[in-house]
């Protein structure tokens, strides 16, 4: 079964300083996606990024950046310089391609979440 | 402004009592989906539907049901089967196309608590 580990509960930074969230999945399939969220304070949970299992191509938008490694399976996310701003709960998931419960279900697994507060 | 309504925000419920969480979308999304967040947690999935008329159980069903009898709208129901259902409920959708790739949008929640 697929699953996503966050091994971070919580992590403080004060402002400024760059912070990285880590992700570790398992999967069986060789097509895979992976997601991250953030939640903010008011519960709406906003999608960050997607990367599909074939591009290893690590990705950067503004102060946010994707280190994804399948040698590792990890798929890590870094905020440089943070903000208060950036204070909220981030999400890693993982869906697979193929149909493993052959109920037609693609499931988005979650990781527990990291809980990032950025101290000003 | 398209985008996901979640109603009420807050909610309590009685024991022995359903009460229905309400899913609106105006994204023209094919696919709902309902989950669960406890504190600590992340979500967990406890009905899908890919198409009207249709819908599949995730993976705690028990004590919930769904409906959808409209593309826009996805209610979930918590029964009083569900012995514990203080949770933070969130809806999302995603459009169409391959189910596992798609980004799915989040609605803000609806808080419930047991009285």
């Known amino acids: 079964a697929q699953k996503v580990t966050q091994a971070q509960t919580e992590i403080s930074v004060v402002e400024k300083e760059d912070v990285t969230l880590d992700c570790v999945y398992e999967?069986?399939?060789?097509?895979?996606?992976l997601f991250w969220y953030k939640q903010p304070p008011s519960g709406e949970l906003v999608f960050l990024i997607r990367r599909n299992s074939f591009d290893e191509q690590n990705e950067i938008s503004g102060r946010y950046s994707w280190n994804f490694q399948k040698s590792t399976s990890s798929f890590n996310f870094t905020i440089t310089a943070s903000q208060v701003v950036d204070s909220a709960v981030y999400f890693c998931?993982?869906?697979?391609?193929?149909?493993?419960?052959?109920?037609?279900?693609?499931?988005?697994?979650f990781g527990k979440g990291t809980k990032l507060s950025v101290i000003p | 402004d398209g985008g996901i309504t979640q109603s009420p925000k807050y909610l309590f419920r009685k024991e022995g009592q359903n009460v229905t969480l309400s899913c609106e979308q105006n994204?023209?999304?094919?696919?709902m989906y309902w989950y669960r967040q406890d504190p600590g947690q992340g979500l967990r999935l406890i009905y899908y539907s890919q198409i009207v008329n249709d819908f599949q159980k995730g993976d705690i069903a028990e004590g919930y049901s769904v409906s959808r009898e409209k593309k826009e709208s996805f209610p979930l129901t918590v029964t009083s089967a569900q012995k514990n259902p203080t949770a933070f409920y969130l809806c999302?959708?995603?459009?169409?196309?391959?189910?596992?790739?798609?980004?799915?949008?989040f609605g803000a929640g609806t808080r419930l608590s047991v009285l």
């Open positions: 998931a993982l869906s697979e391609a193929r149909d493993y419960s052959g109920a037609g279900s693609y499931q988005l697994t």
């Open positions: 999967t069986r399939d060789t097509t895979y996606y």
């Open positions: 999302a959708s995603s459009p169409p196309g391959h189910i596992a790739k798609n980004i799915q949008y």
């Open positions: 994204l023209n999304h094919d696919a």
